[in-house]
């Protein structure tokens, strides 16, 4: 097998030789090709998501010792989400290398941001599954490089938190749904709901709707890190 013009452009960019193409072939086969059946890059995305989440997370773990775990997760969610994702895959020129339907490439698919981060994570696994954590290891950081020196050390509040953890994982944002209202008009106590699409929610009550929202994703967080 031998590459492309495009492939090895992409070479060049991540600055990693393949000793087995195959592997890199499959992290670009994009499943609209419907001929190759299931050899596409799906499974690839699927491990190369788990690496890149473990190599940022002890990226983070041993260069800042400092933060705690509130604004590990954080920064970790903002590294590792589809848009981070899609922007290392565009730095790379990833996209001209996709193997992919006729009709998905001709209505965009290769600038699609969701395709595009899909395909780097699939392109890590590659990585990982021709040589070892090391290299893989040295690719990311080298990648996200720009990402991992602009990272803030500012611990959001609950809702904001909540809301960074759903879009890195591709989720719809969190829905506050106010319950009901108590006490006297001088002295109320708002009780608001937060729902995820997996069916996870929980309830905060507190003398403002803004407050009762910011209880309700802080417990909704809790349930988070338990279920995790």
């Known amino acids: ?15 990693y030789t393949f000793s087995n193409l195959k592997l890199l072939e499959q992290a670009l086969v994009h499943s609209s090709l419907r001929s190759r059946g299931s050899s596409n890059n799906q499974r690839m995305e699927f491990l190369g998501d788990r690496i ?5 997370s ?16 954080l920064n970790l969610n903002a590294l590792v989400c589809k848009e981070a994702c899609s922007e290392v895959a565009e730095n790379v ?8 339907g006729r009709s998905e490439s001709k209505y965009g698919g290769r600038t699609k941001k969701a395709i595009l981060a899909d395909a780097i994570e699939a392109l890590i696994a590659a990585i990982y599954l021709d040589s070892n954590m090391s290299n893989v290891k040295k690719v990311i950081v080298r990648l996200w490089h720009q990402k991992l020196t602009n990272l803030s050390e ?16 591709g989720m719809n944002l969190p829905q506050y749904v106010d319950m009901r209202r108590d006490g006297a008009d001088h002295d109320p106590v708002f009780y608001v709901e937060v729902r995820l699409d997996n069916g996870l929610s929980a309830l905060g009550k507190e003398k403002s709707k803004r407050g009762a929202q910011q209880i309700a994703a802080k417990e909704l967080l809790n349930q988070l890190e338990q279920t995790l």
């Open 1 to 15: 097998m031998r590459l492309n013009l495009n492939q090895q452009e992409l070479c060049e960019q991540i600055d």
């Open 58 to 73: 002890d990226y983070l773990f041993e260069t800042h010792p400092e933060w705690r775990e509130g604004i590990l997760a």
């Open 52 to 56: 890149l989440g473990f190599v940022i």
């Open 154 to 169: 500012v611990e959001l509040d609950p809702k904001t938190t909540l809301q960074h953890w759903v879009q890195a994982r």
């Open 93 to 100: 020129g990833l996209g001209k290398s996709l193997i992919m």
